[in-house]
């Protein structure tokens, strides 16, 4: 059974950082293109940045230059290193599970987790 | 960036109804589009991807329809666990955007 489990959300001062993690189980990370959504409180829904299954990379502008996706192979693990971090970053972080190839992107997002929490106040 | 503009963005039916959700892209995504649900205080789940195939294990009363420019979400028969708010997002291109949402709730 595929899960996604998002951990290391919580209350932070702006200008200050955070590392998120999805834990991944019932498929392999490396094997297909993860991505991160953010929606903040009673808004809709933000693409924040993609990792594809080799090594490139893609950031909405909003986090360009802040934030920094990555994954660990052995660990099966999703990470979101957020830095710089601002009032408007505050939102429900979701990691999202992508096709296994750039080809097969239409296939869209069909597993997510549950979502973490991050707060950006002083 | 690829806008997505869906309309409405709020919309009171009742049970029964056919319901019709529609999503313009600012320029062509070909067939790249995915239609989500999302309910209060959970993640959103996949209905249909590639603009009209149904994902797996979602009910056949959904369907989707368009490719360029112009796409649609149909509910033919509302059901009461359909009330929520549904968001288009297009595949095509980084950033993958997605539609502002529309909120369909009970008459």
């Known amino acids: 059974e595929v899960q996604l489990v998002e951990s290391g959300g919580g209350l932070v001062q702006p200008g200050g950082s955070l590392r998120l993690s999805c834990a991944a189980s019932?498929?392999?990370?490396?094997?297909?293109?993860m991505n991160w959504v953010r929606q903040a409180p009673g808004k809709g829904l933000e693409w924040v940045s993609v990792i594809y299954s080799g090594v490139s990379t893609y950031y909405a502008d909003s986090v360009k230059g802040r934030f920094t996706i990555s994954r660990h192979n052995s660990k099966n693990t999703l990470y979101l290193q957020m830095n710089s971090l601002r009032p408007e970053d505050t939102a429900v972080y979701y990691c999202?599970?992508?096709?296994?190839?750039?080809?097969?992107?239409?296939?869209?997002?069909?597993?997510w987790g549950r979502g973490i929490l991050v707060t950006v106040s002083s | 960036d690829i806008q997505l503009t869906q309309s409405p963005s709020f919309l009171s039916a009742s049970v029964g109804d056919r319901v019709t959700i529609t999503c313009r892209a600012s320029q062509g995504i070909s067939s790249y589009l995915a239609w989500y649900q999302q309910k209060p205080g959970k993640a959103p789940k996949l209905l249909i991807f590639a603009a009209s195939t149904l994902q797996s294990g979602v009910p056949s009363r959904f369907s989707g329809s368009g490719s360029g420019t112009d796409f649609t979400l149909t509910i033919s028969s509302l059901q009461p666990e359909d009330f929520a708010t549904y968001y288009c997002?297009?595949?095509?291109?980084?950033?993958?955007?997605f539609g502002q949402g529309t909120k369909v709730e009970i008459k």
């Open positions: 999202a599970r992508g096709p296994g190839n750039y080809d097969s992107r239409a296939r869209g997002f069909d597993f």
């Open positions: 997002q297009q595949l095509n291109s980084n950033p993958q955007t």
């Open positions: 019932g498929f392999t990370v490396s094997h297909n293109y």
